[in-house]
């Protein structure tokens, strides 16, 4: 459970806030924060006399929105079985304008054309991505975190914060468990449909 807000203060939780690279704080509201709390989504199953390990997975792409002038933090965290992820890792030939580079692994099959449209907060853009990764400096990616089986990658270019377009596609890269799937990106070369 989380701080209940205050009445008559601007809609946030008290002692919830995000801070920024430069040390500023803004206040950020959670919704159902002080009814139902913050909630993990996953499901596993642990043997008898067994253990499981978790990974809670948080991507903060997906998870903070802003809305007006507030932040919004989506009430649930994702909940991955270690032992049974597996992650995407490459290298990405950056031939576009833009200065950023993020990949949305999607479960086969489940991207709509509206995913990259404007959203209304507190929903977010590619909201029915599983994870995502950004190119770094070195022009490596890494989307951790993603169950064994089949995945749609959108690359989609960005100027800092500042959304561009979705550049293409990759369809059908497999997923194994405790292994990591090779998949180089060329922003040239991307498929215009999964």
């Known amino acids: 459970m989380l701080d209940i807000p205050e009445m008559g203060q601007d809609p946030y939780n008290p002692g919830c806030y995000i801070e920024f690279a430069d040390n500023s704080t803004s206040p950020l509201f959670v919704p159902s924060g002080n009814t139902t709390g913050y909630k993990g989504v996953g499901q596993f199953t642990v043997p008898n006399n067994g253990a499981v390990q978790v990974t809670a997975d948080f991507d903060v792409r997906k998870a903070v929105h802003l809305a007006d002038s507030h932040y919004i933090l989506r009430p649930t965290i994702r909940l991955v079985v270690n032992n ?4 995407i890792s490459g290298s990405i ?3 576009s304008t833009y200065t950023d580079i993020i990949v949305f ?10 995913e990259d449209d ?3 907060p507190p929903a977010s853009r590619f909201p029915n991505a599983v994870n995502s990764g950004k190119m770094c400096e070195d022009g ?11 995945y749609d990658l959108a690359v989609a270019g960005y100027d800092g914060a500042d959304f561009g377009e979705v550049l293409g596609f990759i369809s059908d890269v497999v997923i194994e468990s405790n292994k990591t799937t090779k998949r180089d990106i060329d922003t040239s070369a991307l498929e215009a449909s999964p």
């Open 140 to 150: 490596h990616y890494t989307i951790p975190l993603l169950a064994a089986g089949t």
């Open 84 to 87: 049974e992820a597996g992650r």
């Open 118 to 120: 404007e959203p209304v």
């Open 105 to 114: 692994a999607y479960t086969d099959g489940t991207w709509a054309d509206t």
């Open 93 to 95: 030939a950056n031939n």
